[in-house]
């Protein structure tokens, strides 16, 4: 059993940065491509950022891209997001997932284990 947990959310104002960080244990590979997903009251879960497992081939969403950076300690077993730069349309509940395949993807649906998720809140 694989478990996933968040840690580092909290409130910030526009344009402050935190980092958000997810400890993996249990039967995570270090083959396993690890991402980053969010979701806001009322929308659906979307796509952030991704690492493949060798912790190469870093892919971000366009309204992210040059704000956040995906990292990941295979030895630690952790992957990490941080944000910079962040506006109130970043607020949402962000999600780590774990994928028991070494390439990442953008689709939620491909992501084989989730954590509880962590709030993030950036006021104006």
């Known amino acids: 059993q694989v478990q996933l947990v968040e840690s580092g959310g909290g409130w910030v104002q526009a344009g402050g940065s935190l980092r958000l960080s997810c400890a993996a244990s249990?039967?995570?590979?270090?083959?396993?491509?690890m991402g980053w997903f969010r979701q806001a009251p009322g929308k659906e879960r979307e796509f952030v950022a991704a690492?493949?497992?060798?912790?190469?081939?870093?892919h971000y969403a366009d309204s992210v891209k040059g704000r956040f950076t995906i990292s990941r300690d295979i030895d630690k077993n952790t992957v990490s997001l941080e944000m910079n730069s962040l506006k109130p349309e970043d607020t949402a509940v962000y999600y780590c997932?774990?994928?028991?395949?070494?390439?990442?993807?953008?689709?939620?649906?491909?992501?084989?284990?989730w954590g509880q998720g962590t709030q993030v809140t950036v006021s104006s």
């Open positions: 997932a774990a994928r028991n395949w070494a390439n990442p993807t953008t689709a939620p649906a491909f992501y084989d284990y």
């Open positions: 249990g039967r995570v590979f270090s083959t396993f491509a």
């Open positions: 690492i493949s497992g060798g912790g190469r081939d870093p």
